[in-house]
């Protein structure tokens, strides 16, 4: 093999007939194009340089391996989560909230998007470095070093078919890049369950506010009508059924008229037969007396308190459910984050990629070495170029030491 690539001869000038000598069109290569640039000008080159290139490209590979083997190993842990719509009232507040996140990212920002944002949030990224002592384990001097490293190793996608959100995270123990990934659904996981939680306790709080102050007002409204004449079965009886009550008891004193007229008929008045119907009549006549008598104290006021004391009921009872909805949700530890697949400890180094270095190593030599025999068979045959060797004159000439 020899030291220097051999260099094409330069082509023989074309005869007087075709072009004169020196001229531009007597160093046109036969295959086409110059003879510096043509097909025979790039593949001869080549050719006689194959063994060189050959070895050079071996030896590449060899170097490139042995330099991925020097690079340490990191292992990639996988965990993946999808967002699903909010099944309880307390998660409402997490659909709330996030919109806020989406005017800092878009217009179409979609629900995985904002809990992304959420995964790469300082207060989250800070939950994990103190949790695995990220910056002791790295070795760091700052906590903003820890920050920004996490931040290069953890990298969050979302399926846009699916919506499935994938975490990878890169480290270089398989078991803390698997824990580090996991650790981070369980992070979002507790940071939207504080939102809920925090919420449902505000709004219970609110409710039970409310429910005080309307349980004094529907007090205070039946104590009104108690001191009408009304109590709370006659409140809740049904119109219907009062107009039945107060026929019956119409019939009721007509038949014990139609009695005691019976009973004068056949004993004295004096009797204890005439006696006890009489005493039994009037106690019918009282008691349908008092419900033909009239209770309200002025025009409208007896229906005003009705419509006080239902109100009042109503707003009693729907701040009951609303309270009550609110400590179920208080207790509830639901969120909108389920697991798709959780992280498992790697067995295989995601990185270095051996094959690849190799592969990148042996192009990269190619290419250097091949544009380095081009460039050194162009220069030779500028050389022999007449027309070249009288550009170099002229600028000879024309530079100001050489006139």
Do not use: C, K
């Not at 391996?65 to 099944?87: D, K």
């Not at 920002?109 to 994990?128: E, N």
């Not at 008929?265 to 005439?274: G, I, L």
């Not at 984050?337 to 992280?343: P, S, T």
């Amino acid at each position: 093999m020899a030291d220097q690539p051999r260099s094409l001869p330069a082509p023989a000038p074309a005869s007087p007939r075709s072009a004169p000598p020196g001229s531009e069109d007597a160093w046109r290569d036969p295959w086409g194009g110059d003879a510096g640039l043509g097909l025979a000008g790039i593949v001869l080159p080549l050719w006689h340089a194959r063994w060189r290139l050959l070895a050079l490209v071996l030896l590449a590979a060899v170097a490139g391996y042995a330099l991925s083997l020097l690079v340490p190993p990191s292992f990639s842990g996988r965990a993946s989560f999808v967002v699903q719509g909010t099944q309880r009232p307390s998660q409402a507040v997490v659909a709330a909230a996030l919109p806020a996140l989406a005017g800092l990212m878009g217009p179409g920002a979609a629900p995985a998007d904002l809990h992304v944002a959420l995964l790469q949030s300082r207060t989250v990224s800070d939950r994990i470095i103190d949790r695995f002592e990220l910056q002791r384990a790295w070795g760091l001097r700052f906590r903003t070093q820890a920050l920004q490293r996490l931040a290069r190793t953890a990298r969050f996608t979302i399926g846009r078919r699916d919506g499935v959100v994938r975490i990878e995270v890169q480290d270089s123990h398989p078991q803390r890049a698997a824990a580090i990934a996991n650790q981070y659904v369980e992070e979002l996981r507790d940071t939207l369950r504080g939102f809920a939680l925090e919420e449902a306790r505000e709004r219970r709080l609110f409710y039970d506010a409310q429910l005080a102050q309307a349980r004094e007002q529907l007090e205070r409204a039946q104590q009104a009508l108690q001191a009408a004449g009304y109590d709370r079965a006659a409140l809740r009886a049904e119109p219907r059924a009062a107009a039945e009550a107060y026929a019956r008891l119409e019939a009721e004193v007509a038949a014990a008229e139609v009695r005691l007229a019976t009973l004068r008929r056949s004993r004295a008045d004096s009797s204890a037969e005439v006696q006890a119907q009489q005493a039994e009549l009037a106690a019918r006549r009282a008691q349908l007396a008092r419900l033909e008598r009239p209770r309200d104290e002025g025009a409208g006021d007896f229906v005003a308190r009705v419509r006080e004391f239902r109100q009042a009921e109503l707003l009693v009872d729907q701040l009951s459910r609303q309270s009550e909805a609110a400590r179920v949700d208080e207790a509830a530890e639901a969120t909108s984050v389920q697991w798709v697949d959780r992280a498992q400890t790697p067995e295989w180094p995601s990185s270095p990629r051996r094959g690849l270095w190799v592969l990148m190593a042996m192009v990269l030599t190619a290419l250097l070495y091949g544009g380095s025999v081009l460039l050194r068979h162009r220069l030779v045959l500028a050389r022999q170029d007449p027309l070249h060797q009288q550009r170099l004159q002229r600028i000879r000439s024309a530079l100001p030491g050489r006139r």
